[in-house]
């Protein structure tokens, strides 16, 4: 592997000095991996191995601008995008048995899933909370929860995801803390926040403040880390939760990267050099049904976002300009009915992401239509990785769908029309209005509805479902959660405050209560306050005071 890498950081380099076809004669085949040196696949295929070979440098070339075929070299032949299974549910302790068992699996990353009293900014023993501690995900309200999810997990050798958006900068800062108590250094520290607040206006809707403050947020973070946690990406750019709302494809590209401008605006406003922060923005997008699709929008993806950065923002560091991405394979896909066709779907949609570049994978599992997945099926989500990085031999060649003649006119296609709507919304005074005025979400309702009433009149076939439907009952599955977790997590809450050094809580609080008037940054005065014991509840309450509440905007 090491060797490949060399290889192919020397053809890269010939590439650029104009002696493309020199380099590819020199790289020795990978044959080792098969019995017949003549079947084995070649490393890295260009136009020049097609019959009327074309010109090459339309494409690019891999690791190299304008990234249409990845954004390292050697892709997976260096190394395997990383196997990052979403799970969080019930109390601290039980996900924590969830990630070592999956880390046993082989999975290679972690991702949390929270609840959504955490999602919002509400305690456990919130009363609008009731009914809803850790049930689409795990109860996080202090940092002992952290400890508890984290414990015997060694933060400096597993990167983790964190999939929360208007309390990111507490989660963030209790993570921070949790590492300065076990004497982690900062720069060891690997991973990714989710931090988009924008998609949730768009799609989904765990948003807590307007969205001037919410964006102070996101560039308090990114300051944050720029300066602090080298290693750590402060935002994943989501265009998943858009498809999952009955966005095209094209439209959650659009949407996606309407966000990521508006992002690298606010940060450029804020005094924040995009050069840094540029190579450590991360995106995270869908992969759904249509297979060929899927694979040009990862595509055109890499393509669009190299020309945003260059042509919008002037930046010309090749180091700047790569978009990496993690994936989820469609869970709007998954059904309720004959819930083992889900394995089949998971798999198609994994694939496609592997095909098309990803850096990062989750899987689904099959009974996700019906509760949160079982130890089984979420076993199962991550054997369909594992059998597509070593079994299949899609990783062995390098962008192998690169010259298809579909796959090409898609990845255009696509291109245009995303950059035909950023137009349409620079027109409007860019996404901030375009969302406030509604006109955003009225485009994702009604991509939704068209797609409903194409399943419903059975012009889009869902096997199981509106055809090929067995009369044979299946019966629910899933992971249960014990009622019980949300008193034991109330009174874990009254206990702590009980305890803790109240004047302490509360100056902290009054410190965030005055940052937030101003425009110092929140979150090293976050890490102090959940080191002093203060809940995330009470952090929320208190910036709520200052920046108040977002309402949506409603059609009369």
């Given at each position: ?33 098969h ?18 070979a074309?010109?090459?440098e ?43 068992y ?13 609840d ?106 990114f ?10 990406n402060?935002?994943?750019?989501s ?19 309407a ?51 260059r ?41 496609a992401?592997?095909l ?5 994978l ?173 809940t995330?509840g ?19």
């Amino acid at each position: 592997m090491a060797d490949d890498r060399d290889d192919f950081q020397r053809a890269l380099k010939e590439w650029q000095a104009g002696t493309l076809k020199t380099a590819l004669d020199r790289l020795p085949e990978r044959t080792e991996l098969h019995r017949d040196p003549k079947a084995s696949p070649r490393r890295l295929y260009t136009q020049l191995d097609r019959s009327g070979a074309g010109d090459v440098e339309t494409l690019g070339f891999p690791g190299g601008p304008p990234f249409t075929r990845g954004v390292q070299p050697t892709m997976y032949r260096g190394r395997f995008w990383t196997m990052r299974q979403y799970a969080g549910f019930s109390t601290a302790s039980e996900t924590n048995r969830r990630f070592k068992y999956l880390l046993e699996a082989g999975q290679t990353g972690l991702s949390v899933a929270f609840d959504l009293p955490t999602q919002i900014g509400l305690d456990a023993d919130h009363s609008l909370a009731a009914g809803e501690v850790g049930k689409v995900g795990v109860s996080i309200g202090t940092l002992e929860d952290l400890a508890e999810l984290f414990d015997d997990i060694p933060l400096d050798r597993v990167s983790t995801s964190m999939t929360i958006n208007s309390t990111a900068s507490i989660l963030l800062a209790m993570y921070v803390a949790l590492a300065r108590r076990r004497e982690i250094p900062l720069s060891k520290l690997s991973g990714t926040l989710q931090n988009d607040i924008l998609k949730e206006y768009i799609a989904r809707g765990t948003y807590a403040f307007p969205v001037e403050p919410s964006l102070r947020l996101i560039t308090d973070v990114f300051a944050y880390c720029v300066e602090e946690l080298p290693r750590w990406n402060p935002i994943s750019i989501s265009g998943y939760h858009i498809r999952e709302a009955g966005s095209t494809a094209a439209q959650e590209l659009a949407f996606t990267f309407a966000d990521a401008i508006t992002y690298c605006e606010q940060a450029r406003a804020s005094g924040i050099d995009l050069e840094k922060l540029a190579p450590k923005l991360s995106f995270f997008f869908n992969v759904h049904n249509d297979f060929l699709e899927e694979i040009g929008k990862f595509r055109s993806a890499r393509r669009i976002w190299y020309r945003i950065l260059r042509e919008r923002f002037e930046i010309h560091n090749p180091a700047c300009l790569k978009l990496r991405f993690h994936s989820q394979t469609a869970g709007s896909t998954l059904t309720a009915q004959e819930p083992n066709n889900n394995v089949a779907r998971v798999a198609i949609q994994a694939l496609a992401s592997v095909l098309g570049g990803t850096q990062s994978l989750h899987t689904n599992s099959r009974d996700e239509a019906l509760g949160l997945p079982t130890e089984q099926s979420a076993q199962i989500a991550l054997r369909t990785q594992q059998i597509i990085a070593h079994e299949t031999g899609v990783a062995d060649t390098i962008d192998p769908l690169a010259g298809s003649y579909a796959i090409e006119a898609i990845t255009d296609r696509l291109e245009a029309q995303v950059f035909e709507t950023l137009e349409q919304i620079d027109g409007m005074g860019g996404m901030r209005a375009a969302i406030e005025s509604g006109w955003v979400q009225r485009e994702v309702q009604d991509s939704a509805w068209k797609q409903q009433k194409d399943i419903e009149s059975g012009d889009q076939v869902i096997v199981g479902v509106n055809r090929f439907v067995s009369s044979q009952e299946i019966q629910p599955q899933g992971q249960a959660i014990d009622p019980a977790i949300e008193q034991s997590a109330a009174e874990r809450l009254g206990r702590l405050r009980s305890e803790r050094d109240s004047k302490a809580a509360e100056e902290c609080l009054a410190k965030i209560d005055t940052a937030a008037r101003g425009d110092d940054n929140l979150v090293p005065l976050m890490v102090e306050a959940v080191e002093r014991h203060v809940t995330l509840g009470e952090i929320m309450t208190t910036l709520r005071g200052v920046f108040g509440e977002y309402e949506e905007r409603r059609e009369v």
